[in-house]
């Protein structure tokens, strides 16, 4: 599921980069088309997104600092391919005393 997830982030990402330059080329020259095509795409990106991170962090037992940095990661531009590299992949932490 985690290897899902990574895939979702990367593609949530693009998809919020692509949606804001739709919405900036909709606001300078007009065509809507990129922002009624994308909109709906996105937020269901979005929504597997949420929904993926909080089944990953159930099964790997996630510390909720991490879940919500990786919850995060959807609403800031380039949060998802931060989030692929840099935290769903992430060992968690050894509980072991050394």
Do not use: N, Q
Not at 10 to 19: D, G, K, N
Not at 28 to 35: A, D, H, L, N, S
Request: charged share 15%; hydrophobic share 55%.
């Amino acid at each position: 599921m985690k290897k899902v997830l990574r895939v979702v982030a990367v593609v949530e990402a693009a998809s919020f980069l692509l949606l804001l330059a739709a919405t900036g080329i909709k606001h300078t020259t007009g065509p809507e088309g990129g922002v009624k095509v994308l909109g709906p795409v996105h937020g269901l990106l979005f929504v597997a997104y949420v929904i993926l991170a909080l089944a990953v962090a159930s099964a790997e037992e996630w510390r909720v600092r991490r879940l919500l940095l990786v919850l995060l990661c959807a609403v800031v531009p380039f949060g998802g391919f931060f989030a692929d590299r840099r935290l769903i992949d992430e060992p968690a932490p050894s509980t072991s005393a050394a």
